[in-house]
Nanobody, 127 residues
Framework: QVQLVESGGGLVQAGGSLRLSCKAS????????MGWFRQAPGKEREFVAA????????SYTDSVKGRFTISRDNNKNTVYLQMNSLKPEDTAAYYC????????????????????WGQGTQVTVSP
């Protein structure tokens, strides 16, 4: 069983930056692809970014490409989401998730494929 704990959320002005962290415990972190998702009030949860288990490949939703960067440190059992040039429409609860994968290139944008989830951290971007 893997436990995921996010941190780093907060209130920031438009154009600002935040760095989210998600620390994993209770499992073999390097066996999981990791993803970040977000959910705004009244909206469905949406994919933000994903990274393969060795960190060699990443994927982003179009709205954050060029602004957000996902990375991981397998020695620290932690995945990060660096968010730059934040916009009010980025306001949401952000969740990290772990997906059991069997090849080094696997990762998914489909939240149904993820096996473990954190409790979320709120990001609020003011105009």
């Amino acid at each position: 069983q893997v436990q995921l704990v996010e941190s780093g959320g907060g209130l920031v002005q438009a154009g600002g930056s935040l760095r989210l962290s998600c620390k994993a415990s209770g499992g073999t972190f390097s066996a999981y692809a990791m993803g970040w998702f977000r959910q705004a009030p009244g909206k469905e949860r949406e994919f933000v970014a994903a990274i393969t288990r060795r960190g060699t490949s990443t994927s982003y939703t179009d709205s954050v490409k060029g602004r957000f960067t996902i990375s991981r440190d397998n020695n620290k059992n932690t995945v990060y989401l660096q968010m730059n040039s934040l916009k009010p429409e980025d306001t949401a609860a952000y969740y990290c998730a772990a997906e059991v994968v069997y090849t080094v290139q696997d990762m998914s944008f489909d939240d149904r494929r993820y096996d473990y989830w954190g409790q979320g951290t709120q990001v609020t971007v003011s105009p």
